[in-house]
């Protein structure tokens, strides 16, 4: 799942760059969600209270569908970042901006999750439900070398540019552009890849019913530590 490095990048450097730097910028939120998911996936298969737990988050994911899909996403995309900005950026005080930004990202990430739990049961169709190495490899594999640069970086980059720019639809063509894609989605797949890969291994390494109800919990867990440190970049500096 694509997130966007907000800090400056100067004309010169190299799309890839850019990317590597946005990953190491984010080196430690991505350990600290790795390390809580892997944990989860060996309490699961070693720690019987996770198991029941987890297994109980299958059979509502069982229940809900698509419908747990589009709600889990909804609330880790566009919630929880909105909640952590009042509450740790705007001292508990929500204002227009923050409906605002509700009204465009509760849809895009509802029909995000929407589309990741159809990839999902694709690629159970496809490789198995099988825990192998060589099926969670090739599922791997699909999804941040064939999915996320041909649907899930691009959709989200041009989202949010639409979005930031007032939702004009001048000069939209120029999403469709090999520029636009060098120099927006290039680095955002190289900053992605850094924290989704172990990730979607993690994922992939669990029955097809938590897949989801675990992907919904690392993204909200990256996004509410994307936005506080995209915060605290924003945030001006005090003259000493």
């Not at 190289?190 to 675990?214: D, H, K, M, R």
């Amino acid at each position: 799942m694509p997130m966007f490095d907000d800090t400056p990048k100067t004309p010169e450097e190299a799309p890839w760059m850019a990317g590597l730097r946005a990953a190491r910028a984010n080196l430690v939120p991505a350990l600290i969600v790795q390390g809580i998911m892997l944990a989860l996936v060996l309490g699961y298969y070693f720690y019987p209270p996770t198991t029941r737990w987890l297994n109980q988050l299958a059979e509502f994911k069982q229940s809900w569908g698509y419908g747990y899909s589009a709600l889990s996403a909804a609330i880790a995309g566009g919630v929880f970042p909105e909640i952590m900005r009042v509450l740790l950026f705007q001292k508990g005080h929500p204002k227009k901006a923050n409906a605002t930004n509700l009204l465009f990202t509760l849809p895009f990430w509802g029909c995000t999750g929407m589309a990741v739990d159809g990839f999902y049961r694709m690629q159970t169709e496809w490789f198995g439900a099988e825990a192998t190495l060589q099926v969670v490899a090739a599922k791997v594999i699909v999804d941040q070398f064939i999915y996320n640069p041909i649907v899930a970086a691009p959709s989200g980059a041009w989202f949010y540019d639409w979005k930031l720019s007032g939702c004009s639809f001048r000069n939209i063509g120029r999403f469709l552009t090999a520029k636009y894609y060098r120099q927006v989605i290039v680095p955002i797949l190289f900053a992605t890849w850094g924290v989704w890969i172990p990730l979607v291994a993690i994922l992939y390494s669990l029955p097809s019913l938590l897949q989801i109800p675990l992907f919904g919990l690392a993204l909200a867990m990256w996004v509410m530590l994307y936005t506080w440190l995209s915060e605290q970049r924003s945030q001006p500096t005090s003259a000493s």
